[in-house]
């Protein structure tokens, strides 16, 4: 079927795309030091040369001490990270495209691929890795206001560098997920409670903090997941009025656009509705959407990790949902990060050019 639906313009405040595919953040560690490299822009650049419409960066960290679990995730803060992050966006913007970094705190999720350990104190609202499991502290309300006010810096360094938006990466379990989360939020005061709705005021604070630091027509995403890496089955938001709790204060605190984490996109959110994750959000905030989830490949982001190669995959389920409005965007992850031309082979309808993507692909900067 046509793939006409990918490619018409989008328009949402200041940000304004040439078609509907956005490259999903994706961690790759290219950074050392924290500082990203000129291959880190010129593998940006590839993407942007090749008709993405919107890149979202890898996680990049805020100023907080334990905010990373990798020395070689980049910082988005300090004079080298965000000289940096100046030499990406403008090699974007060389190749006529549009970006935004993906702020990031890992919060109490460790990287068992490193033995490398952040300097203390480790953030987490409650002390907790994972339901039961404690090895630290509960932040005090002093560390909660700095990583809050982090998030402001970080987003005003984002717009004075020229990047086009930003993304709050508050997904899979990381730190502003273990907020939402009630196995690793236990806290009794503000940012705790029984209810989604208050689990979610940290996060409101952030998106708030953000705000107040940007110009009123800089977008602002925010990534969200019902799922972690802690534990794949966890849902945040077991009704369609538990998540209109939970996206509510979000979008009144100041988010543009939300971005629906699943790891399959055409797997329905609740029972009795085709609508996803992407789907339902827009339904119950009317604010614009982007679905991710094995966009254009035939198996889940966790194959790679066991070693099994993702083919590419029928976009007609995506395009049907597409041309009826369920979402807005796409985001796209694994196809895009071992082939930069892929957005412009499915345009071309090069499809039989598209590649597998292995595991091999996350060893290099292709």
């Known amino acids: 079927m046509s793939v ?5 313009p989008f328009s949402h405040k200041s940000l304004k795309l040439k078609n509907r595919i956005v490259m999903a953040p994706m961690t790759r560690s290219f950074s050392p030091g924290g500082v990203p490299t000129p291959d880190v822009a010129a593998y940006y650049r590839r993407r942007a040369e090749a008709e993405v419409g919107l890149i979202l960066s890898e996680g990049t960290v805020v100023n907080r001490p334990s905010a990373k679990n990798d020395p070689n995730v980049p910082d988005f803060h300090g004079e080298q990270a965000l000289a940096g992050w100046k030499r990406v966006i403008d090699e974007v913007h060389a190749a006529g495209g549009l970006m935004a970094p993906q702020l990031w705190h890992v919060g109490s999720a460790r990287n068992p691929m490193t033995t490398w350990v952040a300097p203390p104190p480790v953030d987490s609202p409650s002390g907790l890795s994972s339901p039961g499991k404690r090895f630290t502290e509960p932040m005090t309300d002093e560390a909660i206001a ?35 989360w009630s196995g690793t939020n236990t ?23 953000i705000r107040a630091s940007v110009r009123k027509d800089f977008v602002i995403i925010l990534r969200l997941s019902q799922w972690k890496q802690q534990d794949f089955t966890v849902r945040l938001a077991q009704t369609p009025q538990e998540m209109e709790a939970w996206l509510t204060p979000l979008v009144e605190a100041g988010t543009d656009i939300l971005h629906c984490s699943q790891r399959r996109f055409w797997e329905p959110e609740f029972e009795g509705s085709e609508l996803n994750f992407a789907g339902w959000a827009k339904k119950l905030t009317g604010k614009p959407t982007i679905t991710v989830g094995s966009v254009g490949l035939s198996g889940e982001f966790t194959a790679a990790f066991r070693g099994e190669t993702s083919k590419p995959a029928s976009l007609e389920n995506l395009l049907v949902r597409l041309e009826r409005e369920e979402f807005d965007l796409v985001a796209v992850g694994r196809a895009l990060l071992s082939d930069a031309q892929w957005a412009r082979k499915v345009r071309e309808g090069r499809h039989g050019e598209l590649q597998d993507f292995t595991k091999e692909a996350l060893a290099k900067l292709a």
Do not use: N, P
């Open 4 to 8: 006409d639906a990918l490619f018409r």
């Open 187 to 209: 806290r009794t005061d503000t940012f705790g409670g029984a209810t989604i709705a208050e689990r979610a005021r940290f996060a409101a604070e952030v998106v708030k903090s």
């Open 146 to 180: 700095d990583t809050i006010a982090a998030f402001g810096k970080a987003a005003a360094d984002a717009q004075r560098l020229g990047f086009d938006a930003v993304e709050i990466h508050g997904a899979h379990g990381y730190l502003i997920d273990q907020f939402f």
